[in-house]
């Protein structure tokens, strides 16, 4: 179990990532190019490894580091692949 | 477990600091009126605020008697990957001709 002031800043920080993944959604429904999307979808991805970093220091256990990052891995190649497509049209040679 | 008082402290100021540039990310994704302009929020304050509650989750973890490598490792890929994606974006739009806002001096301008 957590000190008091820990678990309070771990809430608060929660709340604000899930605003902050709230409002990339946002900007990926809206994003008129197709860039602003795959921007949107990058910055949920970081979005999402500090949000599971928080649940990692919230349970107090290390199993979640290697969750998040993968999930930073996956981003990366995620949106290196979506950019090569627009900019080259084809991912690999 | 009983930690000391600063350390508790630091790191939820850490925390605190971390989500609060992640709110500010995203806040300028959906504010900034231009696709280049928009690049520029999360690219850096996303890195601040990851690096702010890694940062944080290490201190604990080394108070813990626990060696922080893991999250060494994670923000070292996020601070590497995070300016080659941008760049990639950036050149992604600039292939695609992205409208953009800014002003173009006159010998620039290759409409």
Redesign the interface.
């Known amino acids: 179990m957590n000190a008091p002031v820990l678990m309070w800043a771990l809430n608060l920080a929660s709340v604000a990532v899930a605003v902050a993944m709230v409002l990339c959604a946002w900007r990926l429904w809206l994003g008129p190019e197709t860039t602003d999307r795959i921007l949107a979808l990058d910055t949920l991805y970081i979005n999402m490894v500090a949000l599971v970093v928080l649940l990692g220091l919230r349970w107090n256990t290390a199993m979640l580091f290697e969750v998040a990052l993968l999930v930073s891995m996956l981003g990366f190649v995620g949106t290196v692949g979506l950019a090569r497509y627009l900019t080259r049209g084809d991912v690999v040679e | 477990?009983n930690?000391p008082v600063w350390i508790?402290?630091t790191?939820?100021?850490l925390?605190?600091i971390?989500?609060?540039f992640?709110?500010v990310?995203?806040?300028g994704?959906?504010r900034l009126p231009d696709?280049f302009m928009?690049?520029h929020a999360?690219t850096k304050a996303?890195?601040l605020?990851?690096g702010g509650?890694?940062l944080?989750?290490m201190l604990?973890?080394s108070a813990q008697g626990?060696p922080g490598v893991?999250?060494l490792?994670?923000s070292l890929?996020?601070f590497v990957?995070?300016p080659?994606?941008a760049n990639?974006?950036a050149?992604?739009?600039l292939?695609?001709r992205?409208r953009s806002q800014a002003p173009v001096h006159k010998d620039m301008d290759l409409s």
Do not use: D, K, N, Y
């Open positions: 477990m930690l508790e402290w790191a939820a100021g925390v605190v971390g989500a609060f992640l709110l990310a995203a806040i994704l959906v696709f928009r690049l999360p996303s890195t605020g990851v509650i890694l944080a989750s604990l973890a626990r893991a999250e490792l994670i890929f996020v990957t995070a080659v994606s990639l974006l050149q992604a739009a292939h695609l992205v």
